[in-house]
């Protein structure tokens, strides 16, 4: 099999009460399990066989929805897991920090835009702090697009997501996706985005 389903860093029951642990376990049992395997079925005998997530999703304009939906699960889920962490890590600092700064004026606007970006996003999708050639950007992707998609409309490296879809917090928030999507400060690895910043 060419896509593996990563192994998480930390048990289901690790980033209660922010995120339950049946949401953790669904969520990555079944959806990105789910995902990883149909990315599988979808490339297997084509030319997209052998070829990198990054790179696949670069070209995925010419690709099947299967390719784009699926080779976009696999790659959004791999790093949501990586970004958060039990008990999450302070603040950015450091190049990051400066930044951030840069680009939003300071850390407490750029949590804004990016939790307006996830509450605003209608029905499933993501929102993202993205680099860019030129600095950040936050911006919001429908379904299972990312900014590393040549559909994407702001393009770039995503360095930190949240996944706004309903499975991704219903059980425990219900409709209440402001209360997810803050509560998500408490589980963010800046050190992780910070390594993904510097590439
Ligand atoms: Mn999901």
Redesign the pocket.
């Known amino acids: 099999m060419a896509f593996e389903l990563v192994k998480l860093g930390y048990d289901y029951t690790a980033l209660e009460p922010h995120i339950d642990a049946r949401t953790m376990e669904i969520?990555h049992t079944k959806?990105?399990a789910g995902y990883t395997n149909n990315l599988n079925a979808a490339v297997t005998g084509t030319d997209l066989e052998g070829k990198t997530i990054e790179e696949i999703l670069a070209g995925v304009s010419g690709s099947t929805a299967a390719v784009r939906n699926n080779g976009g699960?696999f790659f959004?889920?791999n790093l949501?897991w990586d970004v958060i962490a039990p008990g999450g890590s302070p603040n950015p600092g450091g190049v990051l920090l400066d930044a951030i700064s840069d680009t939003f004026g300071s850390v407490q606007n750029f949590k804004e835009a990016f939790v307006k970006a996830a509450v605003t996003r209608f029905g499933s999708g993501w929102a993202w702090l993205v680099l860019q050639e030129n600095g950040l950007a936050v911006s919001s992707t429908p379904n299972q697009d990312n900014p590393l998609m040549d559909v994407a409309e702001i393009q770039g490296t995503p360095i930190l997501g949240i996944?706004v879809?309903e499975?991704?917090y219903y059980l425990n928030y219900q409709n209440r996706r402001p209360d997810y999507v803050n509560a998500f400060w408490n589980l963010v690895n800046w050190d992780e985005v910070a390594g993904r910043f510097k590439g």
């Open positions: 969520h959806h990105h699960g959004n889920h949501y996944d879809w499975h991704a």
